[in-house]
């Protein structure tokens, strides 16, 4: 059963928004004639958009169904052990036309009870940014609940919100309990706990083609928050090449940066599978049976079993992230 698994690409799962654009389809060739294409969906298993093979003898298959079956060969011992049959991450890539509403998600106690979920921590990349795009992400001062519900109240919300310009290359850790928006303009990659769970809190009051606004979740919402997190959800990290800079570690998922301009042999030491999301260029990934090449906006799911490979590559530059 291990021998049958090798790298696996899937066929990405996209979603029109009503703050989407047309860069995943102008910048990555994503199959799509929208113009509010929001997401990309990389690597799934949340119902109703489950992620299905597609290269290799296992095309046409989902991932929920690879990992009923195939369990710790794809997933890894302790990830098995810790999640069972649950996929632990969801992947996508964004484009921000317009400002994403200001929101946050509950962790994974709040969410467990409401949802029947996961919680919602999860990290973002920036590909992409037009001339003064921003995030928001925290607050600009010290904010209590109290303070937080009379600028929500007087419609003053966006005063006491951290905006900030950013560029290709910036990344930013978003816990569970913190307030964020992806600003109109940003192209990223996102990496995330396996939920689909957000709280709008506030919507830039506009309205849908047929005249509505977007319900907004302020009641539930606030138990949500975490008002103590500190101000530390900028990542800085090395660029060495060749190697597996460290970005982000938390305990739902561990994610490097690599830029790769040679060819450089891996093993998986880590005893979970791993994924690359393509940020640039173009990578070979290599095993003693296959050839994969993945380019820019482009994911694969490498399994646990699969422990030797290598990373070839003139110029790219990679997310390596497992759990």
Known sequence: MKSSLYPLKFQPILKDKIWGGSKLNEYFNKASESKILGESWEISTVPEAVSIVSNGALSGQSLQDLVNEHQSALLGEKNWERFGKAFPLLIKFIDAKQDLSIQLHPNDELAKKRHNSFGK?????????????????????????????????????????????????????????????????????????????????????????NGKERELHNDIAIDAFDFNMEDDYRVSYKKEKNVSNAMVTCPYFTTNFMIIDSEIE????????????????AVEIITDSTTIKISKGETILIPATVKDFSLKSEYGKLLEVYV
């Open 121 to 209: 921590t999860e990290m973002w990349y920036v590909m992409q940014a037009d001339e003064a795009a921003n995030l928001i992400v925290g607050f600009n001062k010290k904010v209590d609940k109290e303070i937080y519900l009379k600028h929500l109240e007087e419609k003053r919300l966006t005063e006491i919100l951290n905006f900030d310009t950013v560029k290709e290359g910036d990344t930013y850790f978003i816990e569970a309990g913190r307030v964020h928006a992806i600003g109109a303009g940003v192209l990223l990659a996102e990496i995330q706990q396996t939920s689909d769970v957000t709280y709008r809190v506030y919507d830039w009051d506009r309205v849908d083609a």
């Open 266 to 281: 891996k093993h998986n030491k880590w005893d979970s599978f791993l994924i690359y999301m393509c940020v640039d260029g």
